[in-house]
C-alpha cells in the first residue's frame, strides 16, 4: 500500500524560506512521478513542482527561480521554498504516481492517485 506523508510546514516570514519533506513509501516501481501542490483558502488545489525518476523537473511559473523540488535515494521529496510570498500561505499536498507522466501533466492533480494529508504553511508579513 502506497503511503504519502508530508511534513516541514510552518510559520515563515516574507522573504524567508522554508524546507517541506514528504516520504513516500510501498512503491514497488523504480519510475514514478511526485509533485507538490498548493492550495490557497478558498482555492483550487494548483501544482507547484514535479520530479519523475529522471530526475526531470518542472515548475509553475509563479514559483520558477524561487522553489527547488529535490528527491533523495530513499524516495524522499522535499521543497526549498526562498524568497516566499504571501499568496505561497496554504496548504502543501505532497502527491506521487508509479509512472513518468507526460510533459504537461506533472502539475495536474487528476493525474496522481496518491496524496499525503497536507502540510500548512503560514506566511507572516
Known amino acids: 500500500q502506497v503511503r504519502v506523508v508530508e511534513s516541514g510546514g510552518g510559520s515563515v516570514q516574507a522573504g524567508g524560506s522554508l524546507r517541506l519533506s514528504c516520504q513516500a513509501s510501498?512503491?514497488?516501481?523504480?519510475?514514478?512521478?511526485m509533485a507538490w501542490f498548493h492550495q490557497a483558502p478558498g482555492k483550487e488545489r494548483e501544482g507547484v513542482a514535479a520530479?519523475?525518476?529522471?530526475?526531470?523537473t518542472a515548475y509553475t511559473n509563479s514559483v520558477r527561480g524561487r522553489f527547488s523540488i529535490s528527491k533523495d535515494i530513499e524516495n524522499t521529496l522535499y521543497l526549498q521554498m526562498d524568497m516566499v510570498k504571501p499568496e505561497d500561505a496554504g496548504m502543501y499536498y505532497c502527491?506521487?504516481?508509479?509512472?513518468?507522466?507526460?510533459?504537461?501533466?506533472?502539475?495536474?492533480?487528476?493525474?496522481?492517485?496518491?496524496w499525503g494529508q497536507g502540510t500548512q504553511v503560514t506566511v507572516s508579513s
Open positions: 520530479i519523475d525518476s529522471d530526475g526531470t
Open positions: 510501498g512503491f514497488t516501481s523504480r519510475i514514478y512521478t
Open positions: 502527491a506521487a504516481d508509479p509512472f513518468i507522466l507526460d510533459p504537461g501533466y506533472e502539475l495536474s492533480a487528476i493525474a496522481y492517485n496518491h
